[in-house]
């Protein structure tokens, strides 16, 4: 398998209007199903696009932190990210993420999950007119 083939990842999803604003989506072969509704116009009772745009992107990000801290063995579990996702019905606007991180790393372990972070994908995949904005806390001592 080339270098190419083992980095080119492809995710089957089928997705159905299921009326009243409401759709499915089922992650195939997996069967994994995930709920969304329009908070404008449906019950907002689900997660909407707009929220799994923003837990999409910091998951990967999260996932991509843990990638090096396995590497690395650094232990980030508990690490969460805050998503502030700011938009109209036309589009998203602005996207805010707040990293907190279970443990206080040494500068150099920061530098390095910061920029694994911020080597995800899908970060990248926004249009440059829709500002990210990435803030890191670490715990004190």
Do not use: W
Not at 1 to 20: A, F, I, K, N, P
Not at 104 to 110: A, K, L, P
């Amino acid at each position: 398998m080339s270098q190419e083939q083992m980095q080119t990842v492809s995710r089957t999803l089928e997705v159905s209007y299921d009326g009243s604003q409401h759709c499915t989506a089922v992650l195939e072969p997996q069967g994994k199903i995930v709920a969304t509704d329009c908070p404008y116009t449906g019950k907002g009772e689900e997660f909407s696009p707009m929220n799994l745009v923003g837990s999409g992107l910091a998951g990967c990000m999260l996932i991509s932190m843990g990638t090096l801290a396995m590497r690395d063995q650094l232990d980030i579990s508990g690490a969460r990210v805050h998503v502030e996702l700011v938009g109209s019905v036309k589009r998203i606007e602005t996207i805010d993420l707040t990293f907190t991180m279970p443990r206080n790393f040494s500068e150099v372990e920061r530098i390095k999950l910061q920029r694994a972070a911020e080597s995800c994908p899908i970060e990248h995949s926004f249009h440059p007119d829709i500002p990210i904005t990435i803030r890191y806390d670490y715990p004190e001592s």
